[in-house]
Structures are given as structure tokens and as C-alpha cells.
């Protein structure tokens, strides 16, 4: 029951960031309807304006720097105002949907192969680097895919498109950014999201 739960999390999380019609400039013309020309002068943007972002939000920062405002934060900051993010914004989009509007805990996100992440719903048990260990019904929702599916599946969607091209022969995953207690925001990241606009990108 709860890994098709999650399934439902992860596809509605993938619904809702689809329906922001955000470009990125690595899915390609057939997903996004940009030339290759227009996608690398989109992606030049967002490289400037992720560190624009980052360094405006910084600057603010008093003692140590909340975890998930580089990574998290600015990324997400971005996509909202360029409409325009890569997998990493897209999946961080994805987190503050699904933990505004569901109880189901943590809710991680990952980094995977050579340059791609997405989120992960209910990894409840298991090593972050030892996918078999985790529990069966932990779900991945890669909204950049467009796609949603028990853990077990990520092996074999690796090597298929669109996969194969940003994740690389080798499966490695690294949590950069998790969220385990109820309700949303995180305290430790509220300034830092209403100073983005992302407190109340999902109503």
C-alpha cells in the first residue's frame, strides 16, 4: 500500500512541475521545443543567475549557512524566475510540492551518476549509497524525466533515454538535501525562502 502511495506522490509532484512549463536546456528540442542554439544561450542564463542568486541570498546569511541554500534554494530561486531549470530545480520544486501537500517522510534529494538528480519519497531504510538496501517501497520522482517508479527500476532507467545521457555508466547517488520533519518550510530555511519567493510558489 504505501509504495503505491508514493507512487501517487511522485506522480502528482511530476504533474505539477510539468504544468509550470519550465524549459531546460538539456532535454532537447522534442521535450522542450528549443533549438540547440536558444537551449545553450537559456543555460548560459540560468549558470549567471544561479550565482547571482546565490551570492544576493549569501549575503544575508548570519553564522552558519543553512544546508540546501546552495543546492536547494538558489536553484529553485532561479527556475521560478527565468522559468527555466534543469533537473536540480526541477526536483527541488518537486520536494516543496510534495511536502506542502502530503505527510509522507523524508523526502531526499539525490544526485545520481555524472550530472543529474531527482527526488526520492519515503527512503525509510538503507545505506544512501547501497540502492538495494533501501526499503521496496521508496519511489523516485525525476520530474526532468518526467517520470516516476519504485527504486528498484533506477538500474535499467539508467541506461535508457534520457538517462543514459546525463547519469554516465556508473549509478552513484549522494543526498544533498533532506526534509523529515512535518509540515513546510524548514525552519532553518524559511528566511531564505520567502526572501526567494518559494514559500509560496505552491498555494
Known sequence: MALQENLNIAQAANAAVRALNYKSNNRGVDRDGLSAELSDTRGKMSTFMYKFTYDTIASQVIGEEPRGLDSFVVTAA???RLQFGNCEARSALAL???AKRFAVRPLELFSVGDDHAFLVIGRTTGQIPALQSWNDDA?????????YYAKGQLTVKATQAPLAAVIGAEVTLRQYFEHRTAGWPPAALKHFLDQS???D???
Open 201 to 203: 510558489i505552491w498555494p
Open 96 to 98: 516543496i510540492f510534495a
Open 197 to 199: 519567493g518559494l514559500s
Open 139 to 147: 519511489v523516485i520522482c525525476d520530474p526532468w524525466a518526467e517520470d
Open 78 to 80: 532561479v527556475a521560478k
